[in-house]
């Protein structure tokens, strides 16, 4: 009988079974594309389109930056014209089926130069006129899925500037393991240079007072100085890479030193001062640059390796950023601003290795220290290996081998560079190694 036929232990139920099992548990599906529809002035906000390139499936949805501690700036996102149920702060579920999902990003309007660009948010300038789009906190990603894709403009009256262009008018978005991205949505003026192999685009809020304080000359400069050390050209060959660099003024009162560095964008604050005597806020926006560009380079030309601990990424960036400051401006305003950080009186309670995973466990508040604890204890390395027959360049030396090696997954230096340093003075080394490293 037929009825008998369609029992629970028939092979077509079993496949059915299947089937559904296979639905669920399948693994995440391949990219989703990013459009930017509409651009409204008042209020300012972007309207964004994502189409999912797989959508038999049920998808969570986050902005990825919300992991990180980032506000989602995710506004009523919305499937075949229907909300998406929320799961929590800053995440939403697409159901089965949906192939395209709507929703749109309030850019709040910055009018008193009090934007900090480690916020990572979206927001609206309406002196310059143009909007940035954080990548972390305006675009929803499907959880799990860990494939790049892309963003474009749908929009004639809708110009993207983005880092990475891909074809035509298409942008980069960056897999999940890569940093963010930033763009800039609607500005008509780029300064587009070539500098050390890379394409570099520069925007900014205040053309006139960027160029009065010469900040663009300050990062080619920064530029020219990491390049070197990392060995840009060479590691690169003859693949074409290219950085967007973005200054947004802060007020001189806020004291921001700010920056965020993305996968090849950054956003950096610097101080808006017309006083010729407050040099030094010039060399901290130095400072700061360096540091992002120390990122965005390392990011570049290590792409075979395991990434780094966070606090070797921070002490590093922070370190050489001194250092180019120093080689690149020397005077008493960059030593000052050197002691801010390398602090080799300084009575440590925690080593670094008990920073970072006391700050993987959520805790931020020792964060500071990965460039104060961190940087003294390269300063320590350099100059113990530079004081040696064997490394008379000191770090710059052996960084380069640093960065290619895979790290140890408890967060130490990989052995091979240790065992390479200590040839330059055993003791002082291990001596170092414990007093700012620990276990
Ligand atoms: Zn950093």
């Known amino acids: 009988m037929l009825r008998k036929n369609t029992s629970r232990s028939s092979p077509a139920f079993l496949a059915l079974k299947l089937l559904i099992l296979w639905i669920v548990i399948a693994p995440t599906p391949t990219s989703a594309a990013y459009y930017l529809t509409k651009v409204e002035n008042h209020p300012v906000k972007i309207s964004i389109r994502m189409t999912l390139q797989s959508s038999i499936h049920v998808h969570k949805l986050a902005p990825r930056g919300v992991e990180w501690g980032l506000a989602s700036q995710v506004s009523r996102p919305r499937c075949n014209g229907k909300p998406l149920k929320q799961n929590a ?13 709507y929703w749109t990003v309030d850019l709040p309007d910055i009018v008193n130069n009090d934007y900090l660009a480690s916020t990572q948010q ?14 972390p906190s305006s675009l929803l990603r499907v959880k799990g899925d860990k494939s790049a894709s892309f963003i474009k403009s749908a929009d004639p009256s809708i110009r993207l500037i983005g880092a990475k262009k891909l074809t035509g008018d298409t942008w980069k978005i960056p897999s999940e393991s890569s940093a963010p991205e930033f763009f800039v949505i609607n500005t008509s003026n780029v300064n587009r240079v070539q500098l050390n192999g890379l394409d570099v685009n520069y925007i900014s809020d205040n053309t006139d007072l960027v160029e009065r304080l010469q900040l663009n000359d300050m990062h080619a400069k920064v530029l020219g100085a990491l390049s070197d050390i990392l060995k ?3 590691k690169l060959e003859n693949r074409r890479e290219s950085v967007l660099v973005v200054w947004i003024g802060i007020d001189k009162r806020l004291r921001g030193i700010n ?19 407050e040099s030094i806020n010039r060399y901290r926006a130095m400072m700061v640059i360096a ?18 601990p966070n606090w070797v990424s921070e002490s590093l960036a922070q370190y050489y950023a001194l250092h180019v400051l120093a080689k690149i401006a020397g005077s008493p305003e960059t030593q000052r601003i050197k002691s801010e950080f390398i602090k080799p009186d300084a009575d440590y309670k925690l080593g670094l290795l008990e920073l970072d995973r006391k700050n993987q466990a959520g805790d931020r508040s020792l964060y500071h220290l990965f460039y104060e604890q961190g940087a003294t204890f390269w300063q320590a390395i350099d100059e113990t290996l530079r004081e040696s027959k064997e490394f008379p360049d000191g770090l710059d030396s052996v960084i380069n081998d640093l960065l290619s090696m895979d790290f140890p997954k408890n967060g130490s230096l990989p052995p091979d560079f240790i065992g390479k340093i200590r040839h330059a003075d055993e003791k002082r080394l291990d001596d170092i190694l414990n007093k700012y490293i620990g276990t």
Not at 90 to 100: H, I, L, N, T
Not at 122 to 135: A, D, F, N, T, V
Not at 293 to 308: A, E, I, W
């Open 232 to 234: 840009l050209k060479s």
């Open 89 to 101: 702060e800053g995440e939403w579920v697409s159901p089965a089926g949906c192939k395209e999902i």
């Open 122 to 135: 979206s927001i609206h300038l309406p002196k310059p006129g143009w909007s940035l789009l954080s990548e």
């Open 259 to 277: 920056g965020a560095a993305g996968h090849r964008s950054f956003v950096a604050n610097y101080i808006i001062d017309d006083d010729p005597n």
């Open 291 to 308: 540091h992002e560009q120390f990122h965005q380079l390392v990011d570049m030309t290590r792409t075979r390796n395991n990434s780094l």
